[in-house]
C-alpha cells in the first residue's frame, strides 16, 4: 500500500492509520531526513524478524537504529550519557545523524551488539517524527541500503521504492524525494569520541 503524505502537514487520521499498522506487527517503509528507511514498532519482535529476513541479516548482527521524535526518549534506551555528549547531541539533533551510546537492559535483546551498544536518531523530517509521536514509543528502523551497495535511483523515488518493495511490506510512506546520502554515524560509547561514517551530516557539531 502506497500513502503519501504533506511533508509540512501530515494528516492525523493518515498518521493514526500508520500507527495501528505499526502496533499491530506491521513493516513500513518512511521518509526520514537522509534515504527512506526500513521501520517498525520497537515492541514488536515478529516485525523485527521480518525486516531481518528481508534483508537477509540476523538480529544480534544487525545495525538497527531507535528512531525517536525527540531527546525524551534517550533513558529510555541507553546508559547515563556524559554532559558533553548531550550537548552535541543537543546541537545536532533533529538532523542527519546516528549516535552511538551505551544500552540500558531496555534495549530489546535480540538485536543487542555484543557491544551492547544502541543507535539514535531524531531525524529532521515532520513525517517521521509524527508518525512516532502518533505511535507513542520509537520506531527499530534500518535503511533499505547497506553502506555497501551503490545507492540506486529507486531509493530516493518513493513510487519507485513501492514497485521494488511493495509486496514485502505493509505500507510505504511516500513524503516526496528523499535523499540519497545516509546519516552520518558518531560513536559515543566508549572515552573518545569516533566517527564511524561521514554522510550527510556535517562534522562542524563535535567542534
Known amino acids: 500500500m502506497l500513502i503519501r503524505l504533506n511533508n509540512e502537514n501530515p494528516d492525523s487520521k493518515t498518521l493514526s492509520q500508520i500507527a495501528t499498522c505499526l502496533k499491530n506487527g506491521g513493516i513500513i517503509i518512511y521518509p526520514t531526513d537522509t534515504v527512506y528507511a526500513l521501520g517498525c514498532d520497537i515492541t514488536q519482535n515478529k516485525a523485527l524478524e521480518r ?6 541479516i540476523k538480529p544480534e548482527k544487525s545495525k538497527f537504529a531507535f528512531v525517536c521524535s525527540d531527546l525524551s526518549h534517550l533513558s529510555e534506551f541507553s546508559k547515563p550519557i556524559p554532559n558533553h555528549i548531550f550537548r552535541i547531541m543537543k546541537k545536532a539533533l533533529p538532523g542527519p545523524y546516528t549516535f ?8 530489546p535483546k535480540m538485536i543487542k551488539q555484543e557491544r551492547k551498544t544502541v543507535g539514535i536518531r531524531v531525524p529532521d523530517n515532520i513525517i517521521c517524527r509524527e508518525i512516532i509521536n502518533t505511535l507513542g514509543n520509537p520506531i527499530i528502523s534500518t535503511s533499505l541500503v547497506d553502506t555497501t551497495d551503490d545507492i540506486l535511483e ?8 513501492h514497485q521494488q518493495y511493495g ?17 552520518t554515524v558518531i560513536d559515543c560509547s566508549k572515552p573518545e569520541i569516533e566517527v ?4 550527510l551530516g556535517s562534522l562542524d557539531v563535535l567542534d
Open 51 to 56: 525486516i531481518c529476513k528481508l534483508k537477509n
Open 196 to 199: 564511524i561514517r561521514e554522510g
Open 154 to 161: 529507486y531509493f530516493s523515488d518513493p513510487e519507485m521504492i
Open 100 to 107: 552511538i551510546l551505551e544500552a540500558n537492559s531496555n534495549v
Open 167 to 183: 509486496d514485502m511490506v505493509d505500507m510505504v510512506i511516500d513524503g516526496g524525494h528523499g535523499n540519497i546520502y545516509a546519516s
